[in-house]
């Protein structure tokens, strides 16, 4: 199965391009109520034709053929570099199909599974048998391909005897359950097996119309000869070589050269014809013969094909070439407008409920505040709490620092003084019985709670018995200047 | 009657008409910008003084532990009294005989209507005295802090006695007089 869904929204308008003996032929159809109409026909000059400045000579551009528009660009690629095969495999789930469809086309293709592209469709179940139509090509190829064309932005990239076979049922009136269809090129012959009206198999002869008409009419017999044996070994590669009656429907623009190669493949013993297209069974805007129909005939069938409902192509491009999606039509409620007008709404309402909030805020502070301390001044009740605040700052605890310099000191040491004044150290003195006791209390000071920088000066007493010492220190912030200068001005 | 004008008719009018209702909305809005910014700092103003009486409990519980008793200052003469005679009340209670009282003359205080004045004491006492004259001292309803504290002991044969010197502040309102809360 294709890897990928394309798109199949039926477009108005498609240009099928392709290239066939070193041409590029383009139609375009359009779909007028439900006929399809041929447009014009075109085909480049001179061999080896660009593909972008064909499509320019078409009136194609990207812009007017991108998913967003209903005109459409269809390529065409050349089945010569694909291995096509066809498999009865038991019809069961599509993973397992999946799984025996890739085991098949490694065993058909030499190439690592990373190196090949495939693509597969399921036919006709007969008898618990379900038939699988697989296309296998080269990575490399087809990216190749796919690159060169990219800028027509094409919505599908497909094979063109895919687009042979949909112009002989539809122009050629090929009806048959099951045929061959031969359609003859310059140096190659496509050979498609079509079944229930689908290509189910296919394969690219090097024999073509310049090698008939080249050969003088000794070595013509040769040809025909070897001709009619690459057709049966690809009969019998078909599976049909039993089938005698099975119809081999030449293409043919009513050309007697056609005519004689079919009777040379009826004189080999196979059920060989000549299709001939019908002019009436496309309507056209121009003028319209035999000959057109038949040039144009692999561009005019992938253009059908565009037409048809449902995606059922070998697209063996899914992996390589992906085209531009359409755009879905976003629901109303993701409209970018709608989205700014709500956002504008948004942002008006979040104003006006901010301004609302700011105005009714102090008339309901004041409620609240008239409710709470009923008659008494807000303002004079602010100041009173500001300057308790500003009192709390500047009242220091005279008796916790008496305590804390108590508490400090052991037995046998004996103050005499204690000055404190707010920017100022706060001093200490006093006598101890010897050294070690004024070095604790100097310790224990300095590791008190709230008290800084601690200064000791021992002085011997001039009896000689005791030491007199002076100690000043910081209690918490009273004594630091800067805070005695400050400190009021808080609120 | 529209048909008959050109696009680029059209193309004025709907400019004119952008241009009237962007005019519009600026008349409008320059005024609903103001009341809104008024109400803003207004609103601000008073969150800000709600925010200064709406304290904790714990923090106001904090703030009276260290200023149980407090009251408005009023104008430096009036306040100057009050003050003095608590003070004076203080001392009487924890049993010190005080000298006369000092007024200094009140300086400016970096808080914005009010004046500070010193008030100083001196007594000679015991140090039991003075224990027991703190422990009371922040229940005086005009103290702000005390500004100096010194005491020396006067005698040493008696321990106990110790000369006290202490300056003590307290706020007085500038001009006139002050609420009583």
Redesign the interface.
Same mark, same amino acid.
């Not at chain 1, 008494?376 to 709390?392: C, F, G, P, S, T």
């Not at chain 1, 500047?394 to 008796?399: A, K, V």
């Not at chain 1, 005499?416 to 707010?422: A, E, G, I, Y």
């Given at each position: 199965m294709n890897n990928h869904k394309i798109d199949v929204e039926k477009p108005k308008s498609v240009v099928a391009i392709v290239k066939d003996d070193d041409q590029l032929r383009g139609v375009e159809l359009q779909d007028k109520n439900g006929t399809v109409e041929l447009l014009w026909t075109r085909r480049s000059e001179g061999a080896q034709a660009d593909w972008g400045q064909f499509a320019a000579v078409c009136g194609v551009s990207p812009e007017q053929t991108g998913p967003e528009n209903d005109r459409r660009v269809i390529v065409g690629y050349t089945s010569a570099g694909t291995i096509f095969h066809y498999a009865m495999v038991p019809a069961v789930g599509e993973k397992e199909i999946a799984s025996m469809v890739e085991l098949q086309a490694e065993s058909r293709l030499p190439l690592p599974a990373d190196q090949i592209e495939l693509a597969w469709r399921t036919e006709v179940v007969e008898d618990g048998q379900i038939g699988i139509t697989m296309a296998v090509a080269r990575k490399v190829q087809l990216k190749t391909f796919a690159e060169s064309v990219r800028s027509l932005r094409p919505a599908k990239i497909l094979l063109d005897c895919e687009g042979i076979v949909q112009a002989w049922r539809t122009i050629f009136s090929g009806d048959e359950t099951k045929a061959v269809v031969l359609s003859m090129g310059s140096g190659n012959t496509q050979v498609c097996l079509v079944e229930h009206g689908r290509l189910s198999n296919a394969v690219v002869l090097d024999v073509g119309r310049e090698d008939f008409l080249r050969e003088a009419e000794r070595e013509l017999s040769e040809t025909n000869e070897r001709f009619s044996q690459d057709l049966r070994s690809v009969l019998e590669l078909f599976g049909c070589s039993q089938q005698s009656d099975l119809p081999i429907f030449l293409l043919s623009d009513g050309d007697a050269f056609h005519v004689s190669i079919v009777s040379s493949l009826r004189m080999a013993q196979l059920n060989a014809r000549v299709a001939l297209p019908e002019v009436h069974r496309l309507q056209a805007d121009i003028e319209l013969d035999a000959e057109e129909l038949y040039e144009y005939r692999a561009s005019i069938g992938l253009g059908l094909m565009a037409f048809e409902e449902g995606d059922k192509e070998l697209n063996i491009f899914s992996g390589v070439y992906r085209p531009a999606e359409k755009k879905e039509k976003a629901h109303w409620l993701y409209s970018s407008k709608l989205a700014g007008a709500l956002a504008a709404f948004m942002l008006l309402l979040l104003a006006f409920v901010a301004?609302a909030v !700011?105005?009714k805020? #102090?008339e309901a $502070?004041?409620k609240r505040?008239q409710a709470s301390v009923s008659d008494? !001044?807000? !303002?004079? +009740?602010? &100041? =009173? %709490? %500001?300057? $308790? =605040?500003?009192?709390?700052q &500047?009242? #220091? !605890?005279?008796?916790h620092l008496?305590k804390l310099v108590n508490d400090s000191g052991e037995r046998g040491i *004996?103050l *005499?003084? +204690?000055?404190?004044?707010?920017g100022q150290v706060v001093t200490i003195s006093g006598q101890v019985g010897n050294n070690d006791q004024l070095r604790d209390f100097e310790k224990k000071l300095q590791e008190t709670k709230g008290i800084e920088e601690v200064n000791c000066t021992p002085t011997t007493d001039s009896k000689g018995k005791k030491i007199t010492f002076k100690m000043n220190f910081h209690y918490k912030n009273f004594t630091q200047k800067k805070v005695k =200068?400050?400190? +009021?001005?808080r #609120? | 009657m529209i048909d008959k004008l050109s696009e680029k008719d059209i193309r004025v009018l709907k400019l004119g008409a952008i241009g009237a209702v962007v005019i519009l909305l600026f008349v409008l809005g320059s005024g609903w910008r103001d009341r809104w910014v008024a109400a803003k700092s207004k609103g601000t103003a008073l969150q800000a003084k709600l925010d200064v009486i709406d304290v904790d409990k714990i923090k106001q519980a904090g703030l009276l532990s260290i200023v149980p008793a407090f009251e408005m200052p009023k104008v430096e003469d009036e306040q100057s009294f009050l003050f003095r005679d608590k003070l004076s009340e203080q001392f009487k209670k924890a049993g010190i005989k005080n000298k006369p009282l000092q007024v200094q003359p009140s300086r400016k205080s970096p808080r914005p209507g009010y004046n500070l004045l010193l008030v100083k004491g001196s007594a000679k006492c015991n140090f039991s005295q003075v224990l027991d004259f703190l422990a009371r001292l922040n229940e005086n309803p005009y103290l702000v802090g005390i500004e100096e504290f010194k005491i020396k002991k006067s005698d040493p044969k008696k321990p106990q006695v110790v000369d006290l010197d202490l300056t003590v502040s307290t706020f007085v309102r500038l001009g006139k007089k002050g609420g009583g809360l």
């Open positions: 301004y !700011d105005v805020s #102090p $502070i004041k505040l008494m !001044d807000m !303002d004079l +009740l602010v &100041e =009173r %709490q %500001q300057l $308790i =605040r500003a009192v709390a &500047e009242r #220091p !605890d005279m008796l008496l *004996s *005499s003084s +204690l000055q404190f004044k707010k =200068r400050t400190s +009021l001005g #609120p | -």
